[in-house]
């Protein structure tokens, strides 16, 4: 051990006296450990950190479906309660719905989410509140027609923290939500962590986050009459020693029973699946690649440390040698060999762990939308330990073949010539090359990927999605007077007369946030087997205005107006005699499906909204991609809002200039309609648009990140592998001079050597990026994972750049004195 | 019959070199001539300015002073291309270690100066041949000089020398390396090459191997002393 401290202190003198080196060392390891540590803080802190249950490798999520039908990761009611009376896996199995309410207030009411409940359920996720009591076991979780009880509410902390300022005298307060009249009275705080589970039928709700903290929980009652309907979705607790495949198939066999027993057609399908598989599935799509990325430049920052430390331990040959004459044994020359890589590995980890603090920052400030939960996301004692275990991979990664080479040492060799030149021989340089060729490979890959992606992010900034998202601002807006449509005529009547407004509508289904209902459409005189009639249609709810603010054009027909609305609100969905029409616009798509070139101006469709009104088709509007920007459009069927509202929906306000000047005055004016009215999610729609691929941006540019910082550690790279080549190769290039090679000669031998090298590299490269191309499909529009055109201008730019990095060490080359071939070795 | 025109011709070639601020007069003075077919060797101790004056011969360095005629024409001020350019046509180097490049095989190593020379590979191919044939080395032409022993080593560098037909052919301590039996053979290849007419200026410390040149020229300290 002390043999080895001194060899340490040796090692920390060296370094001392190489400053050049001992920076450009470290400065690399800390980047690729800075990188790599930070990547695994966010993968830790988004992928890793269960739920903050006991135990969370037992919950699992359950669902169940008919076998013919589309699978939608629910079940019905029905089943969770055959599943809760009968399956002996489970320690208990709970049914959650997601729900949304505004916590009504005098000034403006809140948008706040949570979850409805049964009573089991704070048992079987195992969470204690930090505050009161749960729900009582006592009111049970089913068959009961009591709502004693039902009138509680438990808060989220976050909720308790930002909204109540965190009271500890909360418990027992009434608090007044949407929707019911009854004030609520708080019975519990949950502690902070808590978030939604997976509910996925919810995700075309405006304002659905699974990825936020749950604001609140209520109880809720299974009523026996509504078994047969209801869908839920369940999560259960399964019992020690029990594996997610047995459980499934116990409620396999249990769901079977249930159904054969009703006379139900078709079998039934079940799955059990992780809660933290269900839950990670975006992020891991997303974050599993970029690890991979950044666990090549980690590979790169390490050939790079070796390929500088190899060279520097050949030059150090002489050194072993003599140690090795003086009698060290190979344990004290690999001792003496790997304190420097050690202490470099240090110093890295040191600023490595300093780095990834600050590259967590700038990732939590990139990524948008990109990465849910990133707030959870730390650099806390594990990432630090991981930047320090990667330092001391990266030391034995870099450090160990120069130090095994030590051990190798032949002293009478070493002290001849080798040791006297100080440079290296053909099989020494064969190996430098090998690891600059498998850096510009890493490289290459790396820089494909993020060509790709920056391909994709171009081709979707140029998209025209079918409408107008310049200078409109958009609010979910959700009033809580009851004068329900009163309120919304009014708005648009206060909003549309202030100065700079151009157009103002409400809209349910704005494009881009996921938003809007779909349902099946079925044509007046037209089989319900058709198979267009078996396509889902996305359906909008609009106010008139809407599309002359999002410059969406009628094809045909007209646009909504103010007086298609109901006569009679309470008979909405049967007709009665001499009833307003029940109108409806649909997009080409839907035109062209359900009526191929005939007009359909005047034809009546059938939705399943109202299946018994019939719905006139008044317009054709043109397409649009309103899902995605990436994804082709689909049928579209648009309702009049005025015949077909919706309790929390967008304000859409076209201006003349920048929207954001109107926010306040937008606001204010609806606050003049109604006090209480709850406006959040203020957006401009060129946000909405960006944030729909703020996932592709994000990987872009991390991904670009990665390559440029790949490709400068690779240049280097290539550049020491061809100096220290050009160094030890000084005597041939001074015996080809003196035989008569002009300077071109051997600028044109280094350069083809460097270009050797580098065709390998960058050869391999894209054999490996087109392997790994369907890593980033999913990412990718409008290029191909193999597009010829990236691939070939990426090779030729690395190529240009790297040849270029390798004219220096070439020019210096050709400045040999040939007097040096005199010189005996 | 008369006496032809000197082939290389030193006129008080001088070669100082400068490091910080002192001042090393490796050559003072020089001046000798080399006329077509001679054998002449340069001796003398080490640091006598031995290697200094074949470097200056063989155009690898120009003298700091004086005149050096190659042919008849003034060579010692010429730029860096045109003295690779002359180097390449009119001399032949023998090194003391070889200088065999390791990465290429001994046709190879033999074809570089004819290479960089522009010629076809035709006239490569003869012309290698042809000087393999002379040094006894054609079977070995697909080798690497690894593979060789020190004696046919340098039989392969006296091969690369003759490649180009040079004007002259400059050995610098050519036996260093070698020994003894191996030694012998070069010399004794040298001289075969010179009874068929090469012109051969070799550097060498051993008495025995300057005694097979026509005229010594004894140096030291950068002058000559005897055998101008």
């Not at chain 1, 992780?274 to 990670?280: A, H, K, Y």
């Not at chain 1, 954001?660 to 401009?684: I, Y």
């Not at chain 1, 090679?741 to 600028?747: G, K, S």
């Not at chain 1, 270029?804 to 210096?812: K, T, V």
């Amino acid at each position: 051990m002390a043999a080895f401290l001194n060899d340490l202190r040796i090692a920390l003198h060296a370094l001392i006296h190489k400053p050049g080196f001992t920076c450009v060392a470290a400065a690399t390891l800390a980047l690729g450990i800075g990188l790599t540590s930070a990547m695994f803080a966010v993968v830790e802190g988004v992928l890793l950190t269960p739920p903050p249950y006991p135990s969370p490798e037992r919950v699992v999520c359950l669902s169940a479906g008919k076998e013919d039908q589309p699978y939608e990761g629910r079940c019905p009611v029905k089943t969770w309660v055959a599943w809760h009376d009968e399956a002996h896996c489970f320690e208990s199995i709970a049914p959650y719905w997601w729900s949304f309410e505004y916590l009504i207030r005098e000034d403006g009411s809140q948008f706040i989410q949570g979850l409805d409940v049964t009573t089991n359920y704070f048992g079987l996720i195992g969470v204690k509140p930090l505050l009161g009591q749960t729900f009582s076991p006592s009111l049970g979780i089913m068959r009961s027609d009591s709502i004693a009880g039902f009138s509680e509410i438990i808060l989220g902390y976050d909720l308790w923290q930002k909204t109540f300022k965190g009271d500890p005298h909360i418990i027992g307060q009434a608090i007044h939500i949407s929707r019911i009249d009854e004030p609520l009275t708080v019975i519990g705080v949950m502690p902070p962590g808590l978030r939604f589970l997976p509910a996925d039928n919810n995700n075309n709700e405006p304002n659905f986050d699974v990825n936020a903290p749950v604001d609140y929980w209520r109880p809720v009652m299974v009523r026996e009459s509504k078994l047969k309907y209801e869908q839920c979705d369940v999560i259960g607790r399964l019992r020690p020693g029990v594996t997610s495949s047995q459980a499934q198939a116990e409620l396999a066999v249990i769901a079977g029973r249930h159904a054969r027993a009703e006379g139900v057609s078709g079998g039934v399908k079940v799955k059990t699946g992780s809660l933290m598989t269900l839950l990670n599935r975006e992020g891991r799509r997303l974050l599993l690649p970029l690890l991979g990325a950044v666990a090549l430049l980690f590979l790169i920052a390490c050939g790079n440390v070796a390929g500088l430390l190899l060279a520097r331990g050949l030059r150090q040959q002489r050194e072993y040698a003599v140690r090795c004459a003086l009698g060290a044994g190979r344990a004290q020359l690999f001792s003496a060999a790997i304190a420097e890589p050690l202490l470099l590995a240090l110093f890295g980890g040191l600023i490595g762990s300093g780095l990834a603090v600050a590259i967590v920052k700038i990732i939590k400030m990139i990524s948008g939308f990109a990465i849910p939960r990133l707030d959870m996301v730390t650099v806390g004692w594990p990432v630090i330990g991981a930047a320090f275990g990667l330092a001391f991979l990266a030391a034995i990664l870099a450090g160990a073949l120069p130090a095994l080479r030590a051990c190798q040492s032949d002293p009478a060799s070493a002290m001849s010539s080798g040791g006297r030149s100080g440079s290296i021989g053909r099989a020494q340089r064969r190996l430098l090359a090998a690891a600059a060729v498998v850096q510009i490979v890493l490289t290459v890959v790396l820089l494909i990927g993020a060509g790709l992606l920056l391909g994709t992010v171009a081709n979707l900034a140029r998209l025209n999605p079918g409408f107008n998202t310049k200078n409109i601002l958009t609010l979910s807006v959700t009033p809580m007077e009851d004068d329900f449509m009163g309120f919304h005529k009014r708005a648009l009547e206060r909003v549309s007369a202030l100065p700079g407004v151009e157009k103002a509508a409400f809209a349910w289904g704005v494009p881009f946030t996921g938003n809007k209902w779909t349902g099946l459409f079925t044509v007046e005189g037209q089989s319900d087997d058709k198979p267009a009639n078996k396509t889902i249609v996305s359906e909008r709810a609009i106010t008139p205005g809407y599309f002359d603010a999002l410059k969406m054009h009628l094809v045909i027909g007209r646009d909504f107006r103010a007086s298609d609305t109901w006569d009679n609100w309470a008979n909405k969905a049967i007709p009665a005699p001499g009833d307003t029409q029940f109108v409806g616009i649909i997009n080409q798509t839907m035109a062209r499906q359900r009526f191929g070139n005939a007009s359909c101006i005047g034809k009546i469709l059938y939705t399943q909204f109202f299946p018994k009104r019939p719905m006139k088709v008044i317009g054709v509007v043109e397409d649009m991609r309103s899902d995605s920007l990436a994804g082709n459009p689909g049928p579209e069927a648009y309702f009049c809002y005025w015949q077909v509202p919706a309790f929390t929906k967008h304000l859409l306000v076209k201006s003349a200039s920048d929207p954001r000047a109107l926010v306040a005055a937008v606001q204010h004016a609806l606050h003049s309609v109604d006090p209480r009215v709850a406006v959040d999610h203020v957006k401009t729609l060129d946000q909405i648009r960006a944030d729909s691929i703020a996932a592709q941006v994000f990987a872009m540019r991390l991904l670009a990140g990665f390559a440029a910082i790949g490709a400068v550690l690779a240049l280097v790279g290539i550049y020491g592998v061809i100096s220290l080549s050009v160094n030890s190769r000084n005597r041939e290039i001074a015996i080809r001079m003196a035989v008569g090679a002009q300077r071109r000669d051997v600028l044109t031998l280094v350069l083809a050597e460097s270009l050797k090298l580098i065709a390998t590299g960058v050869t391999v490269g894209i054999a490996v990026a087109l392997a790994l191309g369907r890593v980033l499909r999913a990412y990718l529009f409008g290029v191909g994972p193999a597009d010829p055109l990236t691939i070939i201008s990426v090779s030729v730019l690395f190529v240009v750049i790297a040849l270029f990095a390798c004219y220096f060490p070439a020019r210096r080359a050709t400045r040999t004195d040939p007097v040096t071939a005199l010189r005996c070795e | 019959m008369p006496t032809p025109a000197p082939l290389i011709e030193l006129k008080s070639i001088e070669k100082i070199f400068l490091t910080d601020e002192l001042e090393t007069h490796a050559l003072a003075k020089v001046s000798f001539e080399i006329r077509p077919g001679d054998y002449v060797a340069i001796s003398g101790p080490s640091g006598c300015g031995k290697s200094t004056l074949l470097a200056i011969l063989g155009l690898l360095d120009s003298p700091t002073g004086g005149r050096y005629e190659l042919r008849g024409e003034s060579v010692g001020r010429l730029g860096y291309a045109q003295r690779a350019r002359v180097r390449n046509r009119e001399i032949g180097f023998i090194f003391q270690s070889f200088n065999l490049i390791g990465d290429l095989t001994v046709w190879e190593n033999v074809a570089l100066p004819l290479t960089y020379r522009g010629l076809d590979f035709a006239e490569r191919h003869e012309r290698v041949d042809e000087a393999l044939a002379k040094v006894g080395m054609t079977a070995r032409a697909k080798h690497y000089p690894q593979q060789l022993s020190g004696g046919q080593q340098q039989r392969v560098a006296v091969a690369r020398a003759l490649g180009g037909r040079p004007s002259i052919l400059l050995a610098d301590e050519p036996t260093g390396n070698l020994d003894s039996k191996n030694g012998d053979a070069v010399m004794g290849l040298l001289c075969e090459l010179h009874a068929d007419g090469a012109t051969i200026c070799l550097v060498t410390h051993d008495p025995n191997y300057a005694r097979d040149a026509q005229r010594t020229i004894h140096m030291l300290d950068g002058q000559i002393i005897t055998g101008v």
